[in-house]
């Protein structure tokens, strides 16, 4: 059974941002607000994935879905980086575009399109 493509995206961008967040243990400096990078890392990726997927059920090109994905990525760590501070901005911002690339591709290679006439109303 294949996952929608907002469910995949949901699935695709939670994962990665979960890790995103875990690999701030790398940076000993971080260690009193892991609890904060970990949190803000998961709902970015979340929150990225949905949008992301939503997108690419409106669009049907490889190309709009990994622009989309990395464009909503982009947005949603500046985001975080108004919170963080501007010191870590590469730090937050090409993980997250990262994020964006890889959601962007999975969501048009590999999710479904809802199909309407077995959607739930």
Known sequence: MTLTKPMLGLAVGGTLGLLDGLSGFFEPS?????????????LKGLLAGLATGYVSQRVHSMTLGILAGTGI?????????????????????LPGMLLGVVVGFA?????????PATAIR
């Open 30 to 42: 971080l260690a009193p607000v892991m609890g904060s990078v970990i949190t803000f890392s998961l």
């Open 73 to 93: 990525a982009a947005a949603l760590s500046l985001l975080v980086i108004l919170r963080a501070g501007m010191a870590l901005f590469w730090d937050i911002l």
């Open 107 to 115: 969501t048009q290679r590999f999710g479904r399109s809802a199909d």
